[in-house]
């Protein structure tokens, strides 16, 4: 079986099991919207402690868990190592699973392809939806290969996860918790 005719194998069965599963608030929710302070801020470049290397792999993160202080603004330099689009998204548990439908749309209506990112299917999106491709600080979507950055300022007191969106990843484990610490 070739590694598209597994991608399609899993992106269905998570779709079944996002529809199945998903709470009708979470699964309207806009990756725009609640990016507030409650997961921390853009962060400004001249405020940068340290640098953090984050590699993507097919199924995990190294590293797999992060320490950061509250407060802190950290560059991560981010690469795809693996052989499938990926994403690093940092956010609550619940924002990355209201977050997930959006990512199937974008797959249903071709815009990420196994490999790459169709961004002549983003802008028929973007034409016809009004959402195409997403531009968050605190995010980057990568195709194998590439690389990015995220430069991000930390909150206080907050549950926060380091993710993939791509249908089917976050549960195959690409995702791992972020410890906030004094």
Known sequence: MSSYNILG???GATLSLTLLASDPAL?????GGGHGMEIGKPGD???VSRTIEIIMND???EPESLDIKEGETIRFIVRNAGEFVH??????A??????????MMMVEHGVLEPDRINHEAAKAMQASMGHGMHDEA?????EPGKSGEVIWTFPEHAEL???????GHYETGMHGKVKLSH
């Open 59 to 61: 199924n995990f993160y």
């Open 87 to 92: 994403e690093f998204n940092i956010a609550t």
């Open 27 to 31: 699964a309207a929710g806009s990756h």
């Open 138 to 142: 605190n995010s980057v979507l990568l």
């Open 161 to 167: 996860e380091f993710a993939c969106n791509v249908p």
């Open 9 to 11: 194998a899993v992106l």
């Open 94 to 103: 619940a924002m990355h699973e209201a977050h997930r439908p959006e990512m």
């Open 45 to 47: 470049p001249a405020k």
